[in-house]
């Protein structure tokens, strides 16, 4: 495993995302769920894995309730960042939701505070002074912030009069711009946090017009049938550099994000063999050529426009209504 500086700890470039856990939407009860989180956060250590990133509003709060069952409070291994909703961006509504958030992982501080989405509505220094006493209180030991533009992370950074350390932003072979835009920022000292690094499964080869995934995500326009012919463009290179290395394609997706600088993955994983194997691929050290060939073939990549037919939009409702019961 290869390690970051993230504030005042050294990083895992490849971290574990835990939306996976608690989350119906990721078949959280069905495919896997409570019993199995004991040996996914055991794979994680054991592959040297020590950053996790959760959110309040994954699986309502159960993915930190999980989090706090499993890991020990005195635990020194693992570095906890969450995440604040939105709508709880005021001073007095971050520090509510930071109490909380801790409540549930059962611990009196977390390495990384994170503002999930901007809200435009709540001025940032509310926010910040918010983050500002929940440092002072040593609740949380750094402040990072996701899905937010380059001017919103200098703006961010201003307002708390501190560095913002982290942006957790969309960022994969498939979503490849993050990088350039948020370059400026990028130093030992702020880092891009690379969300969806694998585009939710799509980037593992394993899904085509035969192969679907489970759950939600079928809903979704790039998991559409005629997607998988853009998506197969991607991978036919990826492929053949997963060749050179005797390596999954899941890996390359993987090794390409972090083969930029200040940049860490946190993929998401539903088994110990997926967390192993996403941990491997911070060993894999890909050539120019190799780093430029993906480059290009990633901007080249274009979505198909799917038009959802009457009975989609009926079904999307349908599943939209029990997984906004549960999840985000
Ligand atoms: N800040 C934000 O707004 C935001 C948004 C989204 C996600 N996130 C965070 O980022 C994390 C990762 O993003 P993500 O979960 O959306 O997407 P992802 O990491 O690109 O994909 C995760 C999914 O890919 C499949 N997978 C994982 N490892 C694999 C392997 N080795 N081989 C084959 N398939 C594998 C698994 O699903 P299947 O096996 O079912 O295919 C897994 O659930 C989340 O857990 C969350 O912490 C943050």
């Known amino acids: 495993m290869r390690y970051i500086t993230l504030g005042s700890r050294e990083a895992s470039v490849i971290g574990l995302g835990a939306w996976q856990i608690g989350t119906r939407y990721w078949g959280w009860g069905t495919e896997f769920g409570p019993d ?31 989090l706090g069952y499993h890991i020990p409070p005195d635990d020194e291994h693992f570095l906890i960042a969450s995440k604040a909703s939105p709508w709880h961006l005021t001073a007095s509504g971050i520090r509510r939701a930071a109490d909380n958030s801790l409540q549930r992982l059962q611990r009196t501080s977390m390495h990384l505070y994170q503002v999930h989405f901007p809200n435009i509505v709540i001025p940032l220094s509310r926010t910040m002074a918010g983050m500002r006493t929940l440092q002072s209180e040593t609740k949380i030991s750094h402040v990072g912030v ?111 994000v972090i083969a930029h600088p200040n940049v860490m993955a946190i993929p998401g994983a539903k088994s110990p063999e997926q967390v192993r194997q ?40 349908v599943n939209r209504d029990k997984t906004c019961a549960d999840d985000q």
């Open 146 to 256: 996701s899905n937010f533009s380059l001017a919103r992370w200098q703006r961010a950074e201003r307002a708390l009069g501190a560095p913002v350390i982290t942006n957790q932003v969309d960022y994969s072979l498939l979503r490849p711009r993050a990088f350039t835009a948020l370059r400026p920022m990028l130093d030992d000292g702020h880092v891009m946090i690379a969300y969806s690094p694998m585009a939710m499964g799509l980037l593992s080869g394993k899904y085509n017009t035969e192969q679907h995934p489970t759950g939600s995500r079928l809903q979704l326009p790039a998991f559409s049938g005629r997607n998988y012919e853009n998506v197969r463009r991607v991978l036919d290179v990826m492929e053949s550099i997963a060749k050179n290395h005797t390596a999954m394609v899941s890996q390359i997706a993987l090794a390409w």
């Open 278 to 317: 996403n941990a491997a691929a911070a060993d894999i050290q890909l050539s120019e050529s190799e780093v430029t060939a993906l480059d290009e073939v990633a901007s080249t990549y274009k979505p198909a426009l799917h038009v959802p037919r009457p009975f989609e939009v009926a079904k999307w409702l």
């Open 36 to 66: 199995n989180v004991s040996a996914l956060l055991e794979a994680a250590r054991d592959a040297g894995i020590n950053l996790i990133d959760t959110a309040e509003i994954y699986g309502q709060g159960e993915s930190e309730r999980q």
